[in-house]
Every structure is written in C-alpha cells, then in structure tokens.
C-alpha cells in the first residue's frame, strides 16, 4: 500500500500537510508478545514498543492495529488515548471515521450490482443519472470507480473549505456536492489521465441507491457490513458518532491545537466518498474479503484489482510500485485503500491468503506517521 487521498478539505489540514502516505518508511521492527489480543503471544516482540514510541514521539493521542493472519489467528495493538480531555486509553471496540476507506465498500457495491446484471461498469453514467454530472454522457462507471472521470474534486473548492471552517456540523445533501464539484469545471476529458477525486463516489453512492432503491447505508449493511461480519461499522450522515468512539483532533491555526471535531463533524460532507465509522478489526476482515475476492465474481476482483497505467507510482523505501483499480489501491500483492478525515486518519491492506492490517489515528497529522506505523506492523509480521 501506498498514499491514500483524503476526504477532508485542504483548509481543515494544517498548510503543509502532504498528500496522506506519500512516502513509505524503511522503519525495521524485531519480532513479540505485546498485543492486546485474545491470542496470547501472537504479535512480534517489540511492536507494541514500536508502536508506543511512535505514538509518544509524534504526539498522537491515539493507535489502534489490528492483523489478521492467513492462518485466522488475528490480534490488536492500543496506544494512548481516546479522549485528551478524560484520558480514557483508546481499546480495540473503539470506533473512527475511516474517510476513503469507505471507497472499496462503494466500489465493491457496484461490482457486486454488475455481477448481478443490473448494471455495466463500461456503460455511461447518463444511462442511470441522466445529467447528474458534466460531461454524464461520455463518462463510464468504470471511470468514476478509477479516478479517471475528469470530475473535478468537490473538496478542493475553497468556498466548500471555508464553510467547513465556519461550520464542522454543516449539513450537504449530494446535490449540493457535485453542485461544488461542477462550478469548477472537468479538470480533463474522460479517460485521458488519472485525477484522484472524491465526488466520483458521490456519484457513484447516487448509482447504488437508485439501483437498490434504497439508501447508501441500507446498501451498506446488506451487502458488505452483514456479509462481512462488520458489526461495528456504519454509515452516518448527520452530527455525531456511534460510542463507544475514539474523539478525532485537529490543529487548524497552530500546532499542538488538537480541536476536538470527531463528535461535532456532520458526515454528510463526505458522504459516499468518506462517511463510514468503524473499528479496525471490522476493516481488517473487510480488507481480507476484498484481497481473497469473496464479495464479488472472480472476474469482478481480477478487475478490481487491475491498475490504471497513470495511476501507477515508486514510493521511496518500497521495491515495488503502486497504483489505483476499482476504488482500491494496489502494489507489492497488497490491496487496501487509505483515507483521511478531519481528526481521523486510517489505512488497511490484505494479501490474498497473506493476512491483512488496519491502522486507525485519531488526528489529522502532518506528515506520514500513518504510513510509518502501517510499515512497521507490516516488517515486523509478514516480513515486506
């Protein structure tokens, strides 16, 4: 896995924060028996260590890792707190926003929609929303999954950024959204290059529900949270979180700040490209199902996993490049997604019958601890 994009706008980031997970860590764990888990003795020796130095170096308030090994066996790492002002210590059933993450759940509904004959991914997006987006008639489904649409990203307008700003708990319905999205204009033509942008699953959320004739978050629990086992998981679209809750913290005019959002964030904001609250261990189990392609046909998964050429990318440290599928992001026989929201920070990868990782911050940061963290659970079990 490699860097992930984010769901939260730019002004809500510290200026300098850099696309999330831009580089990879070369960050060497020996291996140990410090988890928090019901199997005793499973995780390497000194992870936990790792993990807390990390933490305390990076002044985080909060770590949650969960592995899962090809074997079943599966144990969770904590670090710190879930809450600066009470000091609860963060726990395993502790919930996060989870940002992108949610875009392979979306992805996975709509392969899973194809697979059942109710849609073509190569067809175009006016065949099902007439006139929903610019440029509807040239644009496939196919290129709202990969990022190769032209739409341009709803959250880099900075009319959106500033009303976020004024007000977390501002309510969007989707409308509003691509509304944002299509006063800036394509940023290119359909299936020319490769543009990351959240509001292709704002359309793409808009498909399922029509399709399904209900809500994301009906969708949702149907075909990827019930199937899957994910019994922490949801889908909000108001102020607010499902307890119990890690509190997400932010710095927005200096460092250290650490504002309190995660309780007051309207997740309407993000919507299908963000909005799923969850555990790690939910998104450990969910990232197993995506890499061994158990929620949709093998050729679905074969597709899903088939990078875009102008997606693909070297990460420093790593010997293997990266790139974007189906609303998944591939490399080194990892598939996983990562995702960023404000107060929240996420990533999960799983090889098919290697295992799977989910690291959960709960705080926007300014660089890629979230990466070196991930690297470092990586090293210390499955070796790269």
């Not at 896995?1 to 980031?13: A, C, F, I, N």
């Not at 992870?47 to 305390?56: E, F, G």
């Not at 950024?161 to 204009?185: C, K, V, Y």
Request: contains cysteine; hydrophobic residues 40%; charged residues 15%.
């Amino acid at each position: 896995m490699t860097k992930g994009e984010s769901t939260q706008p730019s002004s809500l980031r510290r200026a300098h924060v850099a696309p999330l997970l831009l580089a990879a860590f070369s960050l060497m764990a020996a291996c140990g028996n410090d988890a928090t888990s019901p199997e005793p003795n499973v995780a390497p020796t000194g992870l936990q260590n790792t993990l807390d130095s990390i933490v305390r170096v990076k002044q985080l308030p909060g770590v949650v890792v969960n592995v899962r090994l090809a074997n079943g066996t599966a144990y969770t790492l904590t670090s710190g707190v879930a809450d600066l002002t009470t000091k609860r210590k963060v726990a395993g059933t502790d919930r996060f926003r989870v940002g992108s993450v949610t875009k392979p759940m979306i992805a996975t509904m709509v392969l899973q929609l194809q697979d059942e004959g109710r849609l073509s991914i190569d067809s175009s997006v006016n065949k099902y929303l007439p006139n929903v987006v610019p440029n509807a008639a040239q644009i496939s489904i196919r290129q709202l999954l990969n990022h190769t649409s032209g739409l341009a990203n709803y959250t880099n307008d900075q009319t959106f950024n500033d009303m976020l700003l004024a007000n977390p708990a501002r309510a969007f319905t989707p409308s509003e959204l691509l509304s944002i999205s299509s006063r800036q204009g394509p940023d290119f033509a359909p299936g020319t290059t490769f543009g990351y942008s959240n509001t292709n699953y704002i359309v793409l959320g808009l498909l399922v529900e029509k399709l399904t004739a209900g809500t994301v978050a009906q969708a949702l629990q149907t075909r990827i949270f019930g199937r899957v086992g994910m019994t922490e998981s949801s889908y909000p679209t108001t102020v607010g979180m499902p307890t119990p809750f890690a509190e997400g913290y932010i710095d927005i005019t200096r460092p250290g700040e650490n504002l309190a959002v995660g309780s007051v964030l309207d997740a309407s904001q993000a919507g299908a490209a963000g909005a799923v609250v969850s555990t790690a261990s939910d998104l450990a189990r969910f990232a197993e199902a995506v890499a061994a392609g158990t929620l949709v046909s093998a050729a679905s998964s074969a597709a899903q996993q088939q990078v875009v050429a102008a997606s693909v990318e070297s990460v420093p440290g790593e010997s293997f490049d990266t790139g974007f599928g189906l609303g998944v992001q591939v490399g080194g026989g990892w598939v996983g997604h990562a995702g960023a929201i404000q107060g929240y920070e996420a990533i999960v990868a799983a090889k098919r019958g290697g295992g799977a990782i989910a690291v959960l911050v709960n705080r926007t940061t300014d660089d890629d601890v979230l990466y070196k963290i991930y690297v470092a659970v990586r090293n210390a079990q499955f070796g790269r």
